[in-house]
């Protein structure tokens, strides 16, 4: 039993290793979890961010908060789920500090937290500062299931909100299907724009799948926020948690297949798939109808609908061969038997078979 202990130990740690490797998390001085009350009373005071739609354009987070929303959105399956955040600010830097999960009732569309989940929320930061725990809330965060990082019309409007009663407020959105589909936590961190502000042209932000149905709720709303920048850090002092919470997520990856727990994901993106291949063949079609009628104005750096769909197909093909790779890589670790040495020596020489 001893080394079979030995074994799944070291294994959860490679994993853990690998995990924190693919999300980049850096350790860092324990420092950070020093809070100056009167630094940040100033910060809170000065509210630079009133006078810069952008002032925030970094975000901080730790790897024991990171873990507890994937862990938390995971559980949710498809279902829309919603916690909050706690930390700090640092300049135009937004520290996260921890996370905790709130009782929401959640659909396939929508997250809204109820009474019970506000009165929970209130407890919470209470016994938080009770044990000398005194960071604040400083934003929330929910999951899309399968359908990427971005803000919906919902969550722009309650983020508006936020913003406008419990500034610094930041939203973070967590796809916990395509996470396990990846490896990679699928994250992204945003914050809104005031009503009636026009922002500057921004640079192509990095290409995501989105699915039809969904296009035209992201682009109707894709220009009244923007995204931060995202660096995870560690310190010794949360390692021992972060130790305690990865043996529930280790033991939940190895449970789970990501071929039959994403069954359903991977046909609603082929159909998906099929379908902007036939909105795309439409469109080739009436080019070729009236080409000298209608000039092409598509911008050089934005993609043809065929090279987005060549890139989504990649994708998906990219995560079924990983998935594969896992099931044969967990079939040889723990459904293969290997006879031990003092067996095959008490058994003795083979005897010698003639031809």
């Known amino acids: 039993m001893e080394p079979k202990s030995y074994s799944s130990t070291s294994s959860a740690a490679m994993a853990k290793q690998t995990w924190e490797l693919e999300n980049n998390i850096t350790p860092i001085s324990d420092s950070i979890f020093y809070y100056d009350e009167a630094s940040q009373s100033k910060t809170q005071h000065d509210a630079p961010w009133t ?178 920048d995202i660096t995870y850090f560690k310190s010794s002092l949360d390692t021992h948690l972060l130790d305690l919470l990865w043996n529930k997520y280790w033991v939940n990856t190895l449970s789970s297949s990501p071929l039959l727990g994403s069954a359903d994901y991977v046909a609603v993106q082929i159909s998906d798939l099929a379908e902007k291949l036939e909105q795309a063949e439409n469109q080739l079609a009436h080019s070729r109808l009236g080409p000298m009628m209608i000039p092409s104005q598509r911008k050089k750096e934005e993609e043809s609908p065929l090279a987005k769909i060549t890139r989504d197909s990649a994708k998906i093909t990219a995560e079924q061969v990983h998935g594969l790779m896992s099931q044969v890589i967990k079939d040889t670790l723990f459904n293969s038997i290997r006879p031990n040495r003092s067996t095959l020596e008490s058994a003795g020489p083979e005897p010698m078979v003639e031809s």
């Open 51 to 228: 006078n810069d739609p952008h002032y925030f354009k970094r975000v901080k987070i730790s790897a024991l908060a990171l873990l507890k929303m994937v862990v938390h959105a995971r559980s949710g399956n498809t279902i829309e789920v919603m916690g909050l955040m706690q930390g700090k600010t640092d300049g135009d830097a937004i520290i996260v500090m921890d996370a905790f999960a709130l009782p929401v009732e959640g659909t396939e569309t929508r997250v809204n937290a109820q009474a019970d989940a506000y009165e929970y929320m209130v407890e919470y930061s209470q016994t938080n500062k009770e044990v000398g725990r005194l960071e604040n809330v400083v934003g929330w965060y929910h999951s899309h299931p399968g359908y990427g990082c971005w803000l919906s019309g919902i969550d722009v409007t309650t983020q508006m909100l936020n913003q406008q009663y419990q500034e610094p407020f930041l939203a973070v959105v967590i796809d916990p299907t395509r996470t396990v589909s990846a490896g990679k936590v699928e994250i992204g961190a945003f914050r809104t724009y005031p009503n009636g502000y026009k922002p500057p042209d921004e640079p192509v932000s990095e290409y995501q799948t989105i699915p039809l149905n969904k296009i035209e709720d992201f682009g109707v709303h894709c220009k009244q926020y923007y995204s931060l």
